[in-house]
């Protein structure tokens, strides 16, 4: 099974319109990446969230992290076109020396205008 | 160019040839990964390296060789490709005080 789960695995929503996907543990996690990654091409790094509560926003994009840090959602408002693609988690599970990243799966999005 | 590129873009071989796969990076980042992206699965790391000369197996690196003789190149070989190899692979680096790690654009290959 995943140690990172994401949700929904697509979306497909209305330009103009609201969304958001979670990202989920079972442990406790160090920190928290999102990234983007527009169809054919590389990851693009969004936000980055490593205390329990925290929120960023980056434009119409916001990302929380919650008190106990297993779970993360990232939230669009008033959905565009250049929203979609695919968005993934990334977590690192521990402070540890090595950088590696653990990965959900991503989410597809896709905005009709 | 500044940033981290990868090379070829694409690449179609053949089953049983061996592959190189080049990432290079200008930020003189301490850490570099390699990852392959297949529909299901999601990145998996293949392989990491901490600084020039240290490498380390990641989730798959059967089938895969890696080195790292100077800190900006990471290669990533195929030894004797196989239709399974078959997947986009994606180079990235980060500094030794970070987790945010910067991606490549990626290599496309296809075994035959």
């Known amino acids: 099974s995943q140690e990172l789960e994401q949700s929904p695995q697509s979306l497909i929503v209305q330009e103009g319109k609201n969304l958001t996907i979670n990202c989920t543990s079972s442990?406790?996690?160090?920190?928290l990446y999102w990234y983007k990654q527009k169809y054919g091409e590389g990851l693009i790094f969004l936000m980055m969230?490593?205390?329990g509560g925290e929120e960023k926003s980056h434009e119409k994009i916001t990302a929380k992290l919650d008190e106990k840090k297993q779970q993360s959602s990232l939230h669009i408002t008033a959905s565009q076109p250049s929203h979609a693609g695919i968005y993934l988690c990334?977590?690192?599970?521990?402070?540890?020396?090595?950088?590696?990243?653990?990965w959900g799966l991503g989410t597809s999005l896709a905005v009709n205008p | 160019d500044a940033g981290i590129t990868q090379s070829p873009r694409y690449k179609i071989t053949e089953t049983g040839r061996q592959v190189t796969l080049m990432c290079h990076q200008t930020?003189?980042?301490?850490?570099m990964f390699w990852y392959r992206q297949d529909l299901g699965h999601g990145l998996r790391l293949i392989y990491y390296?901490?600084?020039?000369?240290?490498?380390d197996k990641g989730e798959v690196p059967d089938g895969y060789v890696v080195s790292r003789s100077k800190t900006e190149n990471f290669p990533l070989t195929l030894e004797s490709a196989t239709r399974s190899q078959t997947s986009v692979y994606f180079c990235?680096?980060?500094?030794?005080?970070?987790?945010?790690?910067?991606f490549g654009p990626g290599t496309r290959l296809t075994v035959t």
């Open positions: 442990k406790t996690l160090y920190g």
């Open positions: 990235a680096s980060t500094l030794a005080s970070s987790y945010e790690q910067y």
């Open positions: 969230l490593q205390k």
């Open positions: 390296s901490a600084a020039a000369d240290i490498t």
């Open positions: 930020w003189s980042h301490s850490y």
């Open positions: 990334g977590a690192a599970k521990n402070a540890g020396n090595n950088r590696k990243l653990i």
